[in-house]
């Protein structure tokens, strides 16, 4: 049998690791009543409140349909509210309730679990060379995805602007933490 590619195996690896985070946080935080969009969008308002649903699925990297049903779940949980200012409910933003942000606690603290569980024998040492190179390969690939640089400049490289398709979108991760 021939041998992967590094590369290949790089990816399929990382593909795998984020899958099984996925599944080890996933029940975690439905237990709490929060789904993995919703988890993405309070992580988004955990740090800016008050955002509009495009603007939280923009830096969510989530579509809009879905952000629109996370949103929803979460206003009907008691989590969030929306401003009807405007005539288009797309428009009105979204701002946590109390009880929204009492959930950043319990939310992070099943993330950590999960991270501590997921680094379970592996040195500190190990971990700083592992982020040093993952941040390495993040910059590689943010300028083409982002078109902006790590100095937080527009890359000479213009994105390509596509339809959507519905699928999912890269996550302006600016708004990413080192928690899962």
């Not at 975690?28 to 969009?37: E, N, T």
């Not at 009880?99 to 190990?126: H, K, P, Q, W």
Request: aromatic share 4%; glycine share 8%.
């Amino acid at each position: 049998m021939m041998k992967q590619p590094a590369t290949r195996d790089f990816h399929d690896v990382m593909r795998e690791v984020n899958e099984l985070l996925h599944c080890e946080l996933g029940p975690r935080l439905i237990r709490y009543g929060v789904s993995s969009a919703q988890w993405w969008a309070l992580r988004v308002l955990w740090i800016e409140d008050g955002l509009t649903p495009p603007e939280i699925a923009r830096r969510a990297g989530i579509a809009s349909r879905q952000i629109g049903a996370a949103l929803k779940r979460l206003i009907d949980r008691g989590m969030a509210v929306r401003s009807e200012q405007r005539a288009d409910r797309r428009e009105g933003a979204v701002f946590l309730t109390e009880y929204g942000r009492r959930m950043e606690a319990v939310c992070l603290g099943e993330a950590n679990a999960v991270n501590a569980l997921s680094l379970t024998g592996i040195s500190a040492a190990d971990l700083d060379t592992c982020l040093r190179l993952l941040h390495r390969v993040k910059g590689n690939l943010e300028p083409r995805v982002t078109g902006v640089t790590a100095t937080g400049k527009n890359s000479s490289r213009p994105t390509a602007r596509r339809k959507s398709t519905g699928k999912r979108r890269p996550r302006d991760f600016r708004y990413r933490t080192a928690v899962v």
